[in-house]
Nanobody, 127 residues
Framework: QVQLEEFGGGLVQPGDSLRLSCAAS????????MGWFRQAPGKDREFVAA????????DYADSVKGRFTISRDNADNTVHLQMNSLKPEDTAVYYC????????????????????WGQGTQVNVSS
């Protein structure tokens, strides 16, 4: 069992930056591919970014490439999402996600692959 808790959401203006963090419980954090997904009102939950269990592989949705950066600290059981140049269309609830991975460089991007979800943190981008 893995419990995930997100931090760092809030209200920012277009062009601003925000850093989301996710803290995981337990001693098996290093065996999970970690990811961020988001869900805007009236829309399906969608993939944002993911990082392999080793941290050596990452993947991003096209809509956030070049603006968002995912990172992890296996010693600290944390994963972060640095969001720069935020746009109003980035407004959503952001969810931390953990997917068990047997391979150190595999990245999972599908919502159906996720084993554990956090409760979510709201990000609002508005002028």
């Amino acid at each position: 069992q893995v419990q995930l808790e997100e931090f760092g959401g809030g209200l920012v203006q277009p062009g601003d930056s925000l850093r989301l963090s996710c803290a995981a419980s337990g001693h098996t954090f290093h065996t999970y591919c970690m990811g961020w997904f988001r869900q805007a009102p009236g829309k399906d939950r969608e993939f944002v970014a993911a990082i392999s269990r080793s941290g050596r592989s990452t993947d991003y949705a096209d809509s956030v490439k070049g603006r968002f950066t995912i990172s992890r600290d296996n010693a600290d059981n944390t994963v972060h999402l640095q969001m720069n140049s935020l746009k109003p269309e980035d407004t959503a609830v952001y969810y931390c996600a953990a997917t068990f991975s047997r391979l150190s460089r595999t990245v999972y991007t599908a919502t159906r692959s996720v084993d554990y979800w956090g409760q979510g943190t709201q990000v609002n981008v508005s002028s």
